[in-house]
């Protein structure tokens, strides 16, 4: 079986970086994703690393590291916006395993 | 279409009726994937289905759920019996193909069991 594990909460500033660390147990490896939920929303995809190294959207970017077992997603020039749940997730088999999800608030 | 639409958006049954939800994936997408949320926290995988063949089923509690995904019809999750426990929203995600991770989901259905 597989299994993830990331912070319940993160808190900062408007404007400074976070990072959201998530450390997995796996059977089998396909890659590492990130998805973003606002309260009341639907959940969208952020990104996906299959290999080891930095992939970087605007002002999010996220990392993995395979050997490690580790990843993180790294928000940058945060925005009130931004205030959300955040998940890691990876893949097995027909399915996809989430993490149990870190709450992000943003403090003005 | 080029989003997933779940139908319907809020649904209320009292303990021990059936609730059925829809789903139409994205147009060209041959995987849908159900999730139920329970009180904001972890998605809990229910099954996929690629095209209207079940690809994994390992969530899905089969003494009471049972899902569907026929060809020229929206994808349907059927709960028998509803309970208490029931209560949650259902995700439905669709994904082009397999080999990627990343999955489009719907605005899901809010399911209330009284």
């Known amino acids: 079986g597989q299994s993830l594990e990331q912070p319940s909460e993160v808190t900062a500033v408007e404007g400074a970086i976070v990072q959201i660390n998530c450390t997995y147990q796996?059977?089998?490896?396909?890659?590492l994703s990130w998805y973003q939920q606002h309260d009341g929303g639907a959940p969208t995809f952020l990104s996906y690393?299959?290999?080891?190294g930095l992939e970087e959207t605007g002002r999010f970017s996220s990392f993995l590291s395979r050997s490690d077992s580790y990843g993180y997603l790294l928000l940058q020039e945060l925005q009130m916006k931004d205030s959300a749940s955040y998940f890691c997730?990876?893949?097995?088999?027909?399915?996809?395993?989430f993490g149990k999800g870190t709450r992000l608030h943003i403090l003005p | 279409g080029e989003e997933v639409a779940q139908t319907p958006k809020h649904l209320v049954r009292g303990e021990g009726q059936k609730a059925k939800l829809y789903c139409a994936p994205i147009k060209g997408h041959s995987y849908v994937f159900w999730y139920q949320q329970v009180l904001k926290n972890e998605f809990k995988f229910l099954i996929s289905f690629q095209n209207e063949n079940v690809f994994d089923e390992t969530g899905m509690p089969k003494e009471r759920f049972s899902a569907k995904c026929l060809p020229n019809s929206p994808c349907s999750l059927e709960i028998q019996a509803t309970k208490l426990e029931d209560s949650a929203v259902y995700f439905c995600?669709?994904?082009?193909?397999?080999?990627?991770?990343?999955?489009?989901f719907g605005p899901g259905t809010r399911l209330t069991v009284l």
């Open positions: 796996t059977s089998g490896f396909y890659g």
């Open positions: 690393n299959a290999l080891d």
């Open positions: 997730a990876v893949r097995e088999a027909g399915k996809i395993i």
């Open positions: 995600a669709s994904s082009p193909r397999s080999g990627t991770d990343t999955q489009y």
